[in-house]
């Protein structure tokens, strides 16, 4: 899967890729929410970047509660590459499975991010 080069998207693409990349995160957040369910980092970040993208924050905020939450906060605020946000939760996927299973894993989680990203954000 690629996205567009982020040179050629308008705001509302930006704003778009935003919140396909908090989905890839939050389809994986709970692998993470399950070991560390005391650290709301990462929520309050994918939460953050949907405001921003929903035009409720300014961005400043939305990259204050993302720098917090390191690869979730990729997904929530750094769609100058969008892939961030889906390596990041292809690795979540791969690592949460049985060794022998991480190919399907991430094939799944590929899957699953290719259906949702917005049609005219694909090259």
Do not use: N
């Not at 899967?1 to 908090?22: F, I, N, P, T």
């Not at 995160?25 to 005391?38: C, G, R, S």
């Not at 259906?115 to 090259?123: A, I, K, S």
């Amino acid at each position: 899967m690629q996205v567009k080069d982020a040179r050629q998207l308008g705001e509302q693409d930006h704003r778009s890729l935003a919140l396909w990349a908090a989905d890839c995160a939050e389809h994986v957040l709970p692998l993470f929410e399950e070991a560390y369910a005391e650290d709301e980092r990462p929520r309050r970040a994918l939460e953050a970047g949907r405001a921003w993208a929903l035009g409720e924050i300014a961005i400043s905020e939305a990259r204050a509660a993302a720098f917090a939450a390191l690869a979730a906060g990729h997904a929530a605020a750094t769609v100058h590459d969008a892939g961030h946000a889906a390596a990041y939760a292809l690795a979540a996927a791969t690592s949460a499975a049985v060794p022998t299973d991480a190919d399907a894993a991430t094939a799944a989680e590929c899957d699953w991010q290719c259906r949702r990203l917005p049609e005219h954000l694909r090259q």
